[in-house]
């Protein structure tokens, strides 16, 4: 197989934009005709195609009847890290294929569909304009208009939107002094910003904004944010406990009343092969799970347990799981509890441990106490200076700002440094990641036939017999939940015999689940865990009479755990 394309040639030092994106998903796919397939699953409201790139050995069976995992990234706006991951991930499936046996092998039994952008028109945007996106007003979507149109939000509305005031590229801070502000400058380095505390009584004080002007502004002096302008959030809009729009901000006026979302859906809905899903976000370095969720049975909870330790040793995040849903519309949720398909969300990224400030879940989350905030903006400020030559920082400098007069703008680029990583690490982020699917995708079941064969019991009398085992980790209904809500259908083994063949025992298909080899460890029945027998082992066996010779075919069709099927030669002759 020759490669166009080399290790230092698929470059990790800038984020890929649309056409970039598409140009390398083309030239791979067209590289490795016999292992990717790109397709597109639908188009963005401004007409992007959704890029799938669909990975598995073609010869050793159409990507269908194989087990699949799902993996998709930016489907927030400005999370365009997740892209970079779902590349180095489809890339480095196909060029490794050739000589590494254990990606070999798991392309020969697994599929991988894997949707690098989902928020095509939202990553595009993000990546062509100053906005951050996420902000502080909370715009989740990239440039799609909602809830208030275009219109109704520059005519009807009031108060401050980010925009790059002074045309630098990028939108920070402004800070303006006010003797009642909330605001002060650290005394230990004069770029950074604190709140003001009750014993603060003197100095000089400052209120600090988003950068940005001030939607209809007629002179007020208490300025408030105006209505975010992109607040659709794709991550709020699928059908997995949907909220409409008070209660969950972004949702969308329906459930997948976006051609993105539904788009998915679909592809998800017409693919029962697919028994994992992985959706990267950004940011904070953990793993959001299920392993405490109570509305899924015990066994699944421990399914997700096992998910997170891999996730843990894989890349040293550590994984979260929260106990009770709320109203969510969450990709996770849809997959895992309205499809039963273990879903989870890993935020890829994560400044604050990079300059040693322990860990997402040990810093209890996003927020982060005032008082460690000083000590947290040095260690930035620090680490800018020896990492990134201080370029992730605008210092404060003046401006005469239309509206407000003289202020100064200044503080953190967050867009490709907080929120994806700088360029500079982008590399080294991307491969803490992106073997944690590989590693997912060893545990999918794999039915494999262990014996077939006929014996001649009586007078023109033949016992079949199909031995069946299930080689994988998991189970051929994955979670448990899929069998409560009936969303995996059973296992069929089926028998096909040759004209003037007559089965007289037995059914012509008979459907099965079989257990995995970690049943032991799922399992919620103490008395299972000691119960020695073989639950992933299953003997089939039916009684034919025939005078002639002929074929009898054996097929065993699995929604998730494979397609197999073999050929019995009866030779009543000889036999
Ligand atoms: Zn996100």
């Known amino acids: 197989m020759a490669c166009w394309i080399t290790l230092s040639e698929l470059k990790f030092d800038h984020y890929y934009s649309f056409d970039k994106l598409t140009e390398t998903l083309q030239k791979l796919a067209s590289e490795y005709p016999s292992l990717a397939k790109l397709r597109s699953i639908g188009k963005s409201v401004q007409g992007r195609e959704l890029w799938l790139m669909e990975i598995t050995n073609f010869e050793t069976g159409a990507p269908k009847t194989k087990p699949a995992v799902w993996i998709d990234g930016n489907t927030h706006a400005g999370e365009v890290m997740g892209s970079m991951v779902c590349l180095k991930n489809i890339w480095h499936l196909l060029i490794k294929y050739g000589d590494d046996p254990n990606i070999a092998e798991l ?11 989902l928020d095509a028109d939202g990553g595009e945007f993000v990546i062509n304009t100053p906005y951050y996106v996420l902000g502080a007003d909370n715009e989740t979507g990239g440039g799609r208009w909602y809830p208030l149109s275009r219109e109704e939000w520059s005519s009807t509305e009031r108060g401050l939107f980010m925009e790059d005031v002074d045309g630098d590229g ?15 400058v650290s005394d230990k380095d004069a770029r950074i910003m604190l709140r003001r505390t009750p014993e603060d009584q003197l100095g000089d004080f400052y209120r600090v904004y988003p950068e940005g002007f001030i939607l209809n502004f007629k002179g007020e002096k208490e300025i408030k944010m105006a209505p975010a302008r992109w607040a659709l959030n794709f ?79 894989q890349t040293g995040y550590p994984s979260r799981s929260m106990g009770k849903r709320g109203p969510s519309g969450s990709f996770s ?14 935020e890829i990224w994560d400044l604050l441990s990079e300059i040693g400030m322990k860990d997402w879940v040990k810093r209890e989350g996003f927020t982060f106490s005032a008082k460690r905030r000083e000590e947290q903006e040095l260690k930035l400020i620090a680490w800018n200076e020896k990492e990134l030559n201080g370029e992730a920082f605008v210092d404060w400098h003046e401006i005469d700002h239309p509206q407000l007069g003289k202020l100064e703008i200044g503080g953190w680029k967050k867009k490709f440094v907080l929120r994806n990583p700088p360029v500079k690490f982008m590399e080294r982020e991307v491969n803490k990641i992106m073997f944690f699917p ?63 063949m007559k089965l007289i025992s037995g059914d012509n298909f008979i459907k099965f689940h079989l257990e995995g080899y970690l049943n032991k460890d799922l399992t919620e029945q103490r008395r299972e865990r000691l119960n020695n027998c073989d639950k992933n082992k299953v003997t089939f066996s039916w009684l034919v009479r025939t005078e002639k010779s002929g074929k009898i075919k054996l097929k065993v069709q699995s929604q998730k755990a494979g397609c197999i099927k073999t050929v019995l030669n009866l030779s009543p002759d000889i036999s």
């Open 438 to 500: 590989f590693r997912l995708a060893r545990l999918l079941p794999r039915l494999i036939i262990k014996e077939a064969s006929s014996t001649k019991i009586g007078e023109h009398v033949y016992k079949v017999n199909l031995i069946l085992e299930n080689v994988g980790a998991l189970p051929t209904y994955i979670m448990k939940h899929a069998l409560d809500i009936g969303s995996t259908k059973p296992a069929i083994a089926s028998i096909k015999l040759a004209h003037g």
């Open 170 to 184: 990028v939108i920070v801070q402004m800070r303006i002094p006010d003797p009642i502000g909330e605001w002060k």
């Open 107 to 117: 392309l020969d039994y697994t599929t991988f569909y894997i949707l690098p952008r």
């Open 333 to 346: 949720t849809y997959m895992t509890v309205h499809r039963a398909i273990p879903c989870n969300t890993i």
């Open 235 to 313: 991550n709020r809009n699928w059908p997995g406990e949907w909220a409409k729009e008070e209660v969950s901000r972004g949702s969308g006026s329906y459930p997948l009343s976006e051609p993105e979302t539904r788009s998915v859906a679909d592809f998800i809905v017409s693919h029962p092969n697919i028994c994992l899903a992985l959706t990267y976000h950004t940011h904070g370095g953990v793993l959001f799970s299920y392993s405490e969720d109570d509305q899924i049975p015990v066994q699944d909870r421990k399914l997700f347990k096992i998910i997170e330790s891999i996730f843990e040793d």
